[in-house]
């Protein structure tokens, strides 16, 4: 079955450090989504991409928070400093297989997350 | 910021029973999404509702959309102990001008259904 791979699944870390999050979407989906998971807030929408280009990324802390997509099967979210409040479950989601450019009409896949701890 | 507030935010049932969870907003979307999740997993799709007044099932799943596409239902029968899970729904905003669609969540029934 295709799915949304990430890496990695636990991550703990101290603060101040540099903390990369990677994505593989499922091949042929051209939307990808970044979000953040707390018991608090829920499900944030943190950043997201479509054929590779950021559509929306107001939803992160731009100083920093950076999420790029250096080419179709890879989605990078990074944290530089890493913060304790950073600390959640991070999802990447990925969508649409080009046919239509509404939302509303694409079926997302989650992966299964990135548990950050940051100590 | 549009935002989905779900109800009841906790529910324990035991196996059998019927109940129905809801997903209310004072925006408008042009659709939404049920997702159900299990712990160490990410949201897996259930449906999404489109037009208002829509409804769709799902085996022993009901979605309802509002006949204003501001709000939800999830109706589940005779629930299982499989059914246990956080249900969430997330409607997509419509673009604005100059923006672009979202996809917001609420923060979810954690439901647990009891052998």
């Known amino acids: 079955d295709a799915r949304v791979t990430q890496t990695p699944r636990h991550k703990v870390t101290e603060m101040g450090q540099e903390v990369t999050m990677r994505c593989q979407p499922i091949?042929?989906?051209?939307?990808v989504f970044w979000y953040r998971q707390t018991m608090m807030q829920g499900l944030e929408l943190l950043a997201y991409?479509?054929?590779?280009?950021?559509?929306?990324d107001s939803g992160m802390p731009k100083d920093r928070f950076s999420a790029e997509m250096p080419d179709a099967t890879l989605a990078t979210l990074k944290i530089q400093p890493s913060e304790p409040r950073d600390s959640a479950v991070y999802f990447c989601?990925?969508?649409?297989?080009?046919?239509?450019?509404?939302?509303?009409?694409?079926?997302?896949?989650f992966g299964s997350g990135t548990q950050l701890s940051v100590l | 910021t549009q935002l989905l507030e779900q109800s009841p935010q906790f529910l324990s049932i035991q196996e059998g029973e019927n109940l129905t969870v809801y997903c209310n907003s004072s925006?408008?979307?042009?659709?939404l999404q049920w997702y159900r999740q299990e712990p160490g997993e990410g949201p897996v799709l259930l449906v999404t509702?489109?037009?208002?007044?829509e409804v769709k099932k799902l085996k022993r799943l009901t979605f309802q959309f509002g006949d204003a596409r501001k709000d939800s239902s999830l109706h589940i029968t005779a629930a299982q102990p499989g059914d246990t899970g956080l249900y969430l729904c997330?409607?997509?905003?419509?673009?604005?001008?100059?923006?672009?669609?979202?996809?917001?969540f609420g923060k979810g029934t954690k439901l647990t259904v009891n052998p």
């Open positions: 989601a990925s969508g649409g297989s080009g046919k239509t450019l509404l939302l509303s009409q694409e079926k997302l896949f």
């Open positions: 991409f479509r054929n590779r280009a950021p559509l929306d």
């Open positions: 925006s408008v979307f042009s659709s």
């Open positions: 509702v489109v037009t208002g007044g």
């Open positions: 997330a409607g997509v905003s419509p673009r604005t001008q100059g923006g672009s669609e979202k996809l917001v």
């Open positions: 091949l042929g989906h051209n939307t």
